[in-house]
């Protein structure tokens, strides 16, 4: 994997998942395709392949460049800055 600026800047350990599906989802009747863990506050958003892209939408929102799969078994890290595997 190729390492980027940005996971250096995240928080070790990383933070704890503030929720175990994605809220916005919750809130408007939908249902998640996969998650993701925002690495700088634990937001738990839906990937873009769900309707509503929420992890991509918190990036855009808040700046936080860097997630993980939330999935079981799956452990790989995207930054949206560098726009790759991390």
Do not use: N
Request: proline share 10%; charged share 20%; net charge negative.
């Amino acid at each position: 994997m190729i390492e980027c600026s940005h996971v250096d800047e995240m928080p070790r350990p990383e933070p704890a998942p503030l929720t175990p599906t994605c809220p916005e989802c919750e809130a408007a009747g939908s249902h998640p395709v996969q998650l993701r863990l925002c690495l700088v506050c634990g937001h738990v958003g839906c990937c873009d392949s769900s309707p509503y892209r929420h992890a991509t939408a918190h990036f855009e929102e808040t700046g936080h460049a860097v997630m993980r799969s939330f999935e079981p078994g799956q452990s790989w890290r995207w930054c949206y800055l560098d726009k790759h595997i991390v």
